[in-house]
């Protein structure tokens, strides 16, 4: 079994290079995204269609990630990428060809996002867990950090490409894309093998409920489930209130396309700058500043909502700052998650942390969508973050959740938690399932 500190130079580098390659894949399948929307929403003018468009997408991902994740902890890494990619490959290459003898239909293009949203389910759980095989413990927080500075660069640049490629292709040419980027993919992952943690001898049978149970039990006995379900509720009760920013900026601001344009950058802008800012830091990443952060957040919310009609300077500011709040939110919680939860469980329970969180959203959105109708978007700005904090208060004080991973790889911190009778419990409970889980 692979410990936390053996990690070659070799598979670090390798790790570089699959890097690279997935997000060259990601660029490549953001551009089509954009256009796909924009080719529904120009084609149909039906905010339905681009609904189901979106259920196509999320629910199949929702669906199989309690089974992709047991696959992604206990068959070959490698192969999983691969024949989801080549899936995803072959799938738009038939839509093509549907285009090319112009017999494609609408139920063509959602079958698509379907297969792609499926695919998505299983490569999810490996794409995550390659980061604490392949990358020194040391190191992890850095490239989290890297990550997140290369999404927001592709969110910024996708949507300009995309509405030059769509302006300049059809949309069946820009489906070559999704094609070709596939190519130098598969081919490192071909050379390149992700390092394998599994315990199963071949030919052993593989039991998917003891082996998702596994990971519930991790998730429950670990002090887990708090820390899912705040931003469950979190993704329940905030981030749905970020797709009414259009109605925020264009209704009570009364602004334009211009400032909702800007407002998108400068938000990217501060999920760059919030990177590098925790790129430079040599601070452990701790669940505690997770939850901070996350406060922090809907406090920033808040005072959103505040800022005074059309002044958009501040409003300019304060989004900024979300972006940067958000990048210390997600590179510090995948950074305290990759380093503590066992490496054979991670699969299970980044599947399992998927489901949990992503299945509130749609919930969410369809509430604060009715709620909308009836209340001013500022009242719901305000109302939102507010109910939120109080439910990080409630958890703060009623579980052990803020110290989460503590007792893992940092002996200063252990000693000082050690002081507080249930972390101590906690911490050897999480050693003791660590070893019964290496002996069996």
């Known amino acids: 079994m692979i410990s936390y500190n053996e990690v070659s130079e070799k598979s670090f580098q390798g790790f570089i290079i699959i890097f690279i390659t997935q997000f060259i894949s990601m660029i490549g399948s953001m551009i089509v995204s954009f256009a796909v929307i924009w080719y529904l929403a120009e084609s149909t003018e039906s905010s339905l269609i681009l609904s189901i468009a979106s259920i196509a997408s999320i629910v199949p991902m929702i669906i199989v990630s309690p089974f992709s ?6 068959f070959n890494k490698n192969l999983i990428l691969i024949i989801s990619d080549a899936t995803q490959a072959l799938a738009t290459f038939v839509l093509i060809i549907l285009f090319q003898l112009n017999v ?12 792609r949203g499926t695919c998505q389910g299983f490569q999810n759980p490996v794409s995550v867990s390659l980061t604490p095989l392949m990358v020194p413990e040391k190191k992890i927080k850095k490239i989290n950090s890297i990550n997140q500075i290369f999404n927001s660069l592709i969110n910024i640049a996708s949507p300009a ?35 394998s943690v599994t315990n199963h001898e071949k030919g052993d049978k ?32 905030v981030v749905p209130i970020f797709s009414l920013f259009p109605l925020l900026i ?34 452990k990443s701790t669940m505690k500043s997770v939850i901070t952060s996350g406060m922090f957040l809907s406090v920033v919310l808040i005072g959103l909502a505040l800022v005074p009609q059309g002044t958009w300077w501040l409003f300019y500011i304060a989004c900024a700052i979300l972006g940067i709040d958000l990048a210390f939110i997600d590179t510090q919680l995948m950074s305290v998650l990759q380093v503590t939860i066992p490496k054979e469980l991670q699969g299970r329970v980044f599947a399992s942390m998927f489901t ?5 959203n749609p919930v969410g959105l369809i509430i604060w969508g009715i709620i909308g109708e009836f209340t001013p978007i500022v009242a719901i700005f305000i109302i939102s973050p507010a109910i939120s904090i109080i439910v990080y208060f409630i ?46």
Request: glycine share 8%; net charge negative; charged share 15%.
């Open 69 to 74: 994740g047991v696959i992604a902890d206990k």
């Open 206 to 237: 593989i039991s998917f409920k003891k082996e998702f149970g596994e990971g519930l039990s991790y998730i429950k006995e670990s002090g887990l489930t708090s820390v899912f379900f705040m931003f469950a509720t979190a993704n329940f009760i």
């Open 250 to 283: 264009l209704g009570h601001h009364e602004g334009t396309v211009t400032n909702y344009s800007w407002v998108e950058v400068l938000f990217q802008v501060g999920m760059i700058g919030g990177s590098i800012l925790l790129m430079s830091s040599k601070r």
């Open 356 to 360: 949990i969180i992503k299945s509130l």
């Open 395 to 440: 958890l703060i004080k009623f579980t052990t959740m803020m110290h989460y991973g503590e007792s893992y790889g940092n002996e200063s911190i252990a000693e000082e938690s050690s002081e507080t009778p249930v972390v101590e419990a906690e911490a050897d409970l999480l050693t003791d399932y660590q070893t019964e889980l290496e002996a069996s």
């Open 104 to 115: 494609a239909e609408l139920w063509h293009i959602l079958v698509l996002l379907g297969i």
């Open 161 to 195: 490409i995309g509405a030059i490629a769509v302006s300049t292709f059809t949309i069946q040419q820009i489906y070559w894309l999704d094609v070709f980027t596939f190519i130098p993919t598969a081919v490192i992952l071909f050379l390149i093998r992700i390092p």
